[in-house]
């Protein structure tokens, strides 16, 4: 976790505003730095405790749950649907080195919530980076519905694309499809039905589908307009 670390740790550094805070960090870096039982102690009691500051709650997590110590489980979880994507990217690092079976329904429960899919993208990752048996079925359901007109959330979309792609499970082919009749997901559908030995299906898409390819006809013509306009 050496470089992911050193990138939190600078990133926490400029946040601090005290004294205090700083005080504070380095008691953190050198618990990290122990990496001793009585340690891990002292950071899972900063998870529960009242009134401390976010950094600190993400620091002690990301420490324990890169160590596996389960504990960390709740508030990685809580970060990695956090308004901002450099602490749910952390997260979902941290939660990719966790083994907990718990990990990856939570995952797929923020992937597929409507209400957050702004903050879906690393979700959508990390069930792609666990490969568990929710993540196709929650990549499918979160592409297919983004898959409408004027979406603004395609880079979510794009990272089910490359997902179920990478995934390699043919359960995504009508989703991947119905994909190529958008223009900001269609190269990358195509790679990904490519990938699952159906890039012939994917060519009669582009070309305006046939009365098989139900997913892509209800997707509308690739002329129309775009699921993934801003």
């Not at 329904?105 to 069930?127: E, G, K, M, Q, S």
């Not at 990938?195 to 305006?208: I, M, S």
């Not at 892509?216 to 307009?225: E, L, Q, W």
């Amino acid at each position: 976790m050496e470089d992911e670390f050193h990138e939190l740790t600078d990133r926490v550094r400029a946040e601090l505003r005290s004294p205090q805070d700083l005080v504070a960090y380095e008691r953190l870096l050198g618990l990290a730095r122990k990496n001793t039982p009585a340690g891990r102690e002292e950071l899972a009691r900063m998870l529960v405790a009242v009134e401390r500051p976010l950094w600190a709650r993400e620091i002690a997590a990301f420490i324990l749950g890169c160590a596996g110590d389960k504990r960390a489980f709740e508030t990685l979880v809580l970060l990695l649907n956090y308004r901002e994507p450099v602490r749910c990217a952390t997260a979902a690092h941290a939660l990719g080195k966790l083994g907990d079976p718990r990990t990856a329904r939570a995952a797929a429960a923020l992937a597929t919530n409507p209400l957050r899919t702004a903050y879906a993208l690393h979700p959508v990752r990390l069930l792609v980076e666990l490969r568990a048996p929710q993540s196709v079925p929650a990549l499918i359901a979160t592409l297919e519905r983004l898959l409408i007109p004027h979406n603004p959330y395609w880079r979510v979309a794009l990272a089910c694309v490359e997902g179920l792609g990478a995934l390699g499970d043919r359960r995504a082919v009508p989703a991947l499809t119905a994909a190529t009749a958008h223009p900001r997901l269609a190269a990358a559908a195509a790679a990904s039905l490519a990938r699952l030995g159906v890039h012939e299906d994917a060519t009669r898409t582009a070309g305006g589908g046939t009365p098989g390819d139900g997913a892509a006809a209800d997707a509308g013509p690739r002329g129309g307009p775009s699921a993934d306009a801003p």
